[in-house]
């Protein structure tokens, strides 16, 4: 008979050797860059997000600044999250249960990625299993745990606030199939110290004019696609890398939930994890909506799926795990070819040692330009922060950035995508472009950059319409 729990930790074990593996040659994402400069500049939260994982990489990088470091967190947090989600499966069902929910885990990206790469994710996922566990435990003869409850979704929310669709999926489970619960007092205890977790967040936006509420209600749709069915596609693109073959037995999970949903354990995770779902297709129109966005959905699910095993989802999950083996040896082996996208993300060391030398050659005074956050970030972490970085189009005002007002008439150095313009002479006087930056990887090239030198920064243009493809 197969010991689960030795099963489990040799699994944990060698998936967490093999993340830790490519966590060195795997280029940085660009979200990760930015989350290192939140962590040179920690504050209550941030424009974008609540500040746990800032926090989390001040204290990983402290011994060292590469990739490994920043991704240190993720990557212990991975191995936490597998182990909360087996001792979750196992009280909710049995071990061979708990076992087949942690192999899911470990073969959908994205649940089992957020433990390779430094994201507010991370921490959120941890939460999220834990605060599913507390309650169930709760509602099963400990009430107690209705305070670890609250902090585990207060975590959940100081590290990224679509946590609040688990809290929104707990009060719905509740209402439907735990009214009892609505009139005792421990829930309730329970959601004040999730409440108070947001205490620091909510003081920060109340003293930076509410950054994060008007970015999240209001910019951050038009950083997407143009809204409507576009907007959809890009939802379905960027989420099928996620799910990959398991993404038709994750949807029929949430059939297979509801059609059992008069046991207990199956309606728990059947609304419990609805929100989280439902809420990114009804917004996708809008272009506010991500294609990670749905994941958090996936731990109920994979509980589900686990719980009904069959020989056709082993088959899928067999697929998933071919083919994330097929991706790492893309990042390992250096004689493949290049893993995808990896456009995106190669040849930024290039480009920042390149923008050190252009602002030296300026003189003093000298800045970087980008006209996108993702360069920013980018080019702050690979000149180690050490100079300023003006973003266009301005940024709100709880952003990291340099405002322009704050370097008006300095030069600059900008460093752009090479297929793309953005019109520099509408925010600088004078506009120089520099010999381009080529970037090779394994007999090919990958990448290649534009290299502006640029004269005279105008602090009144916020360079809102001077992107064109």
């Not at 926090?55 to 590469?66: F, K």
């Not at 995508?417 to 004078?430: N, Q």
């Amino acid at each position: 008979m197969l010991d689960y729990r030795r099963a489990v930790l040799w699994l944990v074990a060698g998936m967490t050797a093999l993340r830790v593996a490519a966590s060195v040659p795997m280029p940085l994402l660009h979200d990760e860059a930015y989350y290192w400069l939140w962590s040179r500049r920690l504050a209550w939260s941030y424009m974008d997000h609540p500040p746990l994982i800032a926090y989390l990489i001040r204290l990983s990088t402290t011994a060292g600044d590469g990739a490994f470091w920043l991704r240190l967190p993720a990557l212990v947090l991975g191995v936490v999250g597998a182990l909360v989600l087996f001792r979750l499966g196992r009280e909710m069902f049995d071990e061979r249960v708990a076992f087949l929910a942690v192999v899911l885990y470990q073969v959908t990206p994205a649940l089992g990625g957020f433990g390779s790469f430094a994201t507010p994710d991370a921490p959120m996922y941890v939460a999220w299993m834990a605060t599913l566990l507390f309650v169930w435990q709760a509602m099963h003869g400990r009430p107690d745990r209705w305070w670890l409850a609250g902090a585990a979704l207060g975590a959940g929310l100081l590290s990224k606030l679509y946590a609040v669709f688990l809290g929104a999926g707990l009060l719905l489970y509740l209402g439907l199939e735990g009214r009892a619960w609505l009139r005792r007092r421990e829930p309730y205890q329970g959601a004040v110290v999730a409440a108070a977790c947001l205490v620091p967040v909510v003081y920060w936006n109340w003293s930076h004019n509410w950054a994060m509420v008007r970015f999240l209600l209001g910019s951050r749709a038009s950083l997407g696609a143009t809204p409507g069915w576009m907007a959809v596609v890009r939802l379905v693109t960027e989420h099928l890398p996620l799910a990959l073959l398991m993404l038709p037995a994750l949807l029929w999970a949430v059939w297979a939930a509801w059609r059992r949903r008069g046991d207990a354990r199956f309606a728990y995770l059947l609304w419990t994890s609805l929100p989280a779902l439902l809420v990114p297709l009804l917004l996708a129109p809008t272009g506010a909506a991500r294609g990670h966005h749905p994941g958090p959905a996936y731990i109920g699910l994979a509980l589900v799926l686990a719980a009904v095993w069959s020989r056709a989802i082993g088959i899928l999950a067999a697929g998933n795990a071919a083919l994330l083996a097929a991706f790492t040896a893309t990042v390992l082996v250096p004689w493949l070819p290049p893993p995808p996208a990896a456009r995106d993300y190669y040849g930024w060391p290039e480009a920042g040692s390149r923008a050190a030398q252009e602002v030296r050659a300026l003189g003093p005074g000298a800045v970087l330009a980008a006209d996108r956050y993702q360069v920013a970030a980018q080019l702050g972490y690979f000149t180690r922060d050490t100079l300023p970085v003006v973003l266009f189009p301005q940024p709100g005002p709880g952003a990291i950035w340099a405002a322009p007002s704050a370097h008006a008439g300095a030069a600059a150095v900008a460093i752009v995508y090479a297929p793309e313009r953005f019109s520099w002479e509408g925010c600088f006087r004078r506009v120089q472009e520099r010999p381009r930056i080529t970037v090779p990887l394994r007999g090919r090239t990958v990448q290649e950059f534009r290299v502006f030198r640029l004269y005279g920064l105008n602090p009144a243009c916020d360079g809102a319409a001077n992107r064109n493809p």
